[in-house]
């Protein structure tokens, strides 16, 4: 079993950025795609980018061009570079396997407002 602890939100003005932290234990070296979901208030849970062992990534049309998606897989972490922000990327960012197969993490909350 994978457990996952979500790091590096906070509070940033439109046009900010962040960088979160995905740290995993436990049975990482059995995992091959890695995502990076958000849930805002009153709406699904939604995968925003995703990443394979190898390196392939994948975003939504909502993120593509401003996040980055990468991995460290020697540290076990899994980040969510996040540039241009804008008020509709506020929400919960959790952290999973894709598909998800451990149990969901606190998640760090991410506010963009002015």
């Known amino acids: 079993q994978v457990q996952l602890v979500e790091s590096g939100g906070g509070l940033v003005q439109p046009g900010g950025s962040l960088r979160l932290s995905c740290a995993a234990s436990?049975?990482?070296?059995?995992?091959?795609?890695m995502g990076w979901y958000r849930q805002a208030p009153g709406k699904e849970r939604e995968l925003v980018a995703r990443?394979?062992?190898?390196?392939?990534?994948n975003y939504a049309e909502s993120v593509k061009g401003r996040f980055t998606i990468s991995r460290d897989n020697a540290k076990n972490t899994v980040y969510l570079q996040m540039n241009s922000l804008k008020p509709e990327d506020t929400a919960v960012y959790l952290c999973?396997?894709?598909?998800?197969?451990?149990?969901w993490g606190q998640g760090t909350q991410v506010t963009v407002s002015s």
């Open positions: 436990g049975s990482w070296s059995s995992i091959n795609v």
């Open positions: 990443i394979s062992r190898g390196g392939t990534t």
């Open positions: 999973n396997t894709v598909p998800v197969l451990a149990y």
